[in-house]
Structures are given as C-alpha cells and as structure tokens.
C-alpha cells in the first residue's frame, strides 16, 4: 500500500529535549516536505526536499532542521524544542511537478502530534 | 504571492441538502487549485484538483469544485451532504515558481473550513 508514515503519532516533551519525528514514504517520489498545522494559521511549510542531499527552507523553518540521506526517509529534527513548537506535523510527498506527468499533488502522513512543556 | 482564502471557519449544513464550501484564490499566471479534506486524528487526503480544461471538477466521495476565473473562486461542492463528510476542509494552490526557478511542488493552504453536517 502506497504511503508516508510519520513516527511517534504523538509526543510530549520538554523544552530542550532533543527529538526527531521520522518520515518514510514507499512510493519513491523525488519531493518531500514537512508542515506544521495550527489552528487558524491552516498548514505552513517548514522545510522541503526536491531529492537526496537536497534540501531547502520553507516559511517557517526556526527552530527546525531536516536531512534527506536516502530518498524515502526524511527526517525532522527540533535540536532544542521551545513551547511554540507544540503543534501537529505533518510530512508529505510527491513526484517533482514535470516529471511523469505529475501536477505534483502532495500526500501525506497521519500527522504527529507534538507538545513540549 | 500565491495565496488562497477561505472566508468560513464554518459551515452547517442538514443531511441531505447540497453544500458548498468556499475558497477564492490569488495567483500570478494560472493557478493549480487543490481540495484537500482532514478526518479527526488523521492526515490530510487529496480529493481533487484544477489543472487546466473544464471548469467542473469531479473528484472523491462525490464531491466537486467549480473553477471560476472572473471571481478568481474555486467553491467545493456537492449535491447531497452525508453527515459522514462531516471534517476540515482545505484549499491549497501551488506556488508559482521555486526558488531556483523552476516548477515547485509546494502547496499552499488555505486556513480551513469545518463542514458540520447534522442528521
């Protein structure tokens, strides 16, 4: 079954634990990317991934970093989480726009759940 | 800049009668327009999208969105509402170009919009 599955679903935590929310998805699709959803704000983009080794800044990247190793794994790592990071994440894919006649719609994991105390 | 707005926070609507949910767009060149819709605790699932071509648009759960280039709208609807439709809504449109000038695959959305459907 296609999909991108998000690792923990939920998580609570304190300011400056170190954490990584996995992100793995089987469909071999070149883009990768990470949202946060909060409310009233709709979803912003954190970071994104157009291949392996290739990454770049979304809207809203402080506080975030992120690595593309291997092509289905991307990772998202909060060096030193701070309450403002407390939110829902979620990952997406999809095939780069252009390529293989995709118009590059996004899917996306079951969302993790993140609070930091 | 790309953008997308949803003007509802809300909407109610009774088992049965049509529904309509908004979203107007703002783009330079022509848009890609999404629908994306989100069941409690779960991710967000694609269920249509303009590209280019007919301005009715059929996707999933029979739900479809009119694309409307003077009033820049892109109005999901569907006929007769199930109280099972009931979740978040979201528009989206993709950015018009990346940073390194070419095509991007980033999508962004609207605020959302809450489809209550009563039995």
């Known amino acids: 079954e296609a999909q991108v599955t998000q690792n923990p679903r939920y998580l609570i935590t304190v300011t400056g634990k170190k954490l990584t929310v996995t992100c793995s998805q089987n469909?071999?699709?070149?883009?990768m990317s990470w949202y946060r959803q909060d409310p009233g704000l709709g979803l912003r983009q954190i970071y994104y991934?157009?291949?392996?080794?290739?990454?770049d800044k979304g809207d809203v990247p402080e506080g975030y970093k992120v690595s593309r190793k291997e092509k289905r794994n991307f990772p998202l790592i909060l060096e030193s989480p701070s309450p403002n990071q407390t939110s829902l994440y979620f990952c997406?894919?999809?095939?780069?726009?252009?390529?293989?006649?995709?118009?590059?719609?996004?899917?996306f994991g079951e969302g993790s759940r993140l609070t930091v105390l | 800049a790309q953008s997308v707005a949803q003007p509802e926070d809300q909407v109610n609507v009774a088992e049965g009668n049509p529904l309509t949910v908004k979203c107007t767009y703002s783009?330079?060149?022509?848009?890609?327009l999404f629908w994306y819709v989100q069941y409690p605790n779960r991710g967000l699932q694609f269920l249509l999208k303009?590209?280019?071509?007919?301005?009715l648009v059929k996707g999933s759960y029979g739900f479809e969105a009119e694309f409307n280039k003077s009033q820049t709208s892109f109005h999901l609807k569907k006929p007769s509402a199930l109280v099972s439709d009931s979740a978040l809504y979201f528009c989206?449109?993709?950015?018009?170009?990346?940073?390194?000038?070419?095509?991007?695959?980033?999508?962004?959305f609207g605020t959302g919009t809450l489809l209550a459907v009563q039995p």
């Open positions: 997406a894919s999809s095939y780069l726009s252009g390529g293989t006649g995709s118009t590059g719609e996004l899917f």
């Open positions: 469909m071999n699709h070149e883009y």
């Open positions: 991934s157009m291949n392996v080794e290739v990454t």
């Open positions: 783009v330079s060149g022509n848009p890609y």
């Open positions: 303009y590209i280019t071509g007919d301005n």
């Open positions: 989206a449109v993709r950015d018009a170009v990346g940073i390194y000038g070419g095509a991007t695959n980033k999508l962004i």
